[in-house]
């Protein structure tokens, strides 16, 4: 990532904390003019939101700092376990959620002031919709983990707010105000969903798993055609670090090819996939013919 990817991230990152604790505050009115257990559901959960924006913040820090003694391959990872935390903190939320709505199952209750706690949801709702947006767009663009995260758990809340929005709305027009309780569930089980989406793929970052189809192919397609006078190339292996992708492979030469012509082989081969992996991380193994192939191989093309 560059130098103005890091500033841009953590800015958003920063601009998160005020963003919350603003949002959870029009839902708080929202819940005490109304007493609606929808919206005190989905209060509690832009609670969870403030916690993981201030974790985020921290952790972006933290991860953009560079190399040292001790991480020679720079804090990246850090982002991924921000981004478990945050996904942790979605399904707690949905729990809390779950466990006020059904208390009110039993026992459900009109709304007081509908309409101006509908007006005030609705407001933190968009609000809260034009900053996920932001945040995910931005996350993926720098390839922010944790700033992904922090967008798609933005996103859950929105979509709390949206079955809230619609539970009430029918509770209103129907008078069963059962159906505020019986919502919150609903929504309760969908942020649940989110919340193990982003879990599970925060996991595969930590264990290192190779990038995407579409990106390996690229970066095969690179090597492929800015190899030449290789003989080949095997073992290619991909993971990702946070912003950063790791490309390792074995490159096979002519026996007697010297060692400079080899390493301005490996100069076009990086620059080559650097040019669609911005900042990769590439290890390039050189290696006399005669060994024998194994891993992922890519097909050099020859000049015509």
């Not at 500033?7 to 919350?20: E, H, N």
């Not at 005190?40 to 040292?68: C, K, M, T, W």
Request: net charge negative; aromatic share 6%.
């Amino acid at each position: 990532m560059s130098g103005q990817g890091n500033l841009t991230v953590r800015k958003l990152a920063f601009w998160s904390i005020p963003m919350s604790l603003g949002v959870m505050g029009l839902k708080l009115v929202a819940w005490w003019v109304t007493g609606s257990v929808a919206l005190l559901s989905d209060g509690l959960e832009s609670s969870v939101n403030v916690v993981a924006a201030f974790i985020a913040f921290f952790v972006i820090r933290y991860a953009q700092r560079p190399a040292d003694h001790d991480h020679h391959f720079g804090h990246h990872k850090a982002e991924y376990l921000s981004a478990v935390t945050e996904g942790v903190l979605i399904v707690v939320a949905a729990l809390l959620i779950v466990q006020a709505a059904v208390g009110h199952l039993a026992n459900p209750r009109m709304l007081d002031a509908p309409v101006l706690g509908l007006a005030i949801n609705f407001l933190a709702a968009v609000i809260n919709a034009v900053w996920a947006q932001t945040l995910i767009r931005t996350g993926r663009k720098y390839r922010s983990a944790a700033l992904t995260a922090d967008g798609q758990h933005v996103m859950s809340d929105v979509i709390t707010s949206i079955g809230v929005l619609i539970g009430l709305v029918l509770a209103l027009a129907t008078g069963y105000a059962i159906f505020d309780p019986l919502l919150a569930i609903l929504v309760a089980i969908n942020i649940l969903f989110q919340g193990w989406k982003v879990i599970s793929h925060s996991i595969g970052g930590l264990m290192d798993q190779a990038v995407e189809p579409q990106e390996e192919e690229a970066i095969k397609q690179a090597i492929a055609t800015h190899a030449t006078g290789s003989l080949g190339v095997h073992d290619l292996k991909t993971r990702r670090a946070g912003t950063v992708t790791f490309v390792d492979f074995h490159l096979v030469v002519p026996a007697a090819m010297s060692v400079r012509q080899a390493h301005d082989i490996c100069d076009c081969l990086e620059d080559a996939i650097r040019a669609v992996h911005p900042g990769a991380s590439i290890a390039i193994h050189v290696e006399p013919e005669g060994e024998t192939d194994h891993g992922i191989r890519v097909k050099v093309i020859k000049e015509a």
